[in-house]
């Protein structure tokens, strides 16, 4: 079995839930607001990507950006690059 990127948030959500996960500029989001955000993106895009749709994302370097990547893995699709 294989871990993903998605096994990874969730145990870092768990396990470090407080802890500074990701800072841009001069915000950060604990792994526990990166996991609600990544929740919430997946439940918004989920209505629309289905596992082995190709996916691209054009957004600038932000939380959403990252949020939007990671839910889009954990919805199976593939990225086009």
Same mark, same amino acid.
């Given at each position: 079995?294989?871990?993903?990127?998605? %096994?990874?948030?969730?145990? /870092? *959500? #768990?396990?470090?839930g %407080?802890? *500074?996960?990701?800072?841009?500029?001069? %915000?950060? #989001?604990?792994?526990?607001q990166?996991?609600?955000? *990544? %929740?919430?993106? $997946?439940?918004?895009?989920? $209505?629309?990507?289905? &596992?082995?749709?190709?996916?691209?994302?054009?957004? &600038? /370097? =932000?939380?959403?950006?990252?949020? =939007?990547?990671?839910? *889009?893995?954990s #919805?199976?699709?593939?990225?086009?690059?």
């Amino acid at each position: 079995m294989q871990t993903t990127l998605d %096994d990874v948030l969730r145990y /870092n *959500v #768990l396990h470090f839930g %407080d802890k *500074v996960a990701i800072t841009i500029d001069d %915000d950060a #989001l604990t792994h526990a607001q990166l996991g609600r955000l *990544v %929740d919430e993106t $997946r439940a918004l895009l989920g $209505r629309l990507i289905e &596992p082995g749709d190709r996916v691209a994302l054009w957004l &600038p /370097n =932000s939380f959403a950006w990252i949020a =939007s990547f990671l839910a *889009v893995t954990s #919805l199976a699709a593939c990225w086009c690059r």
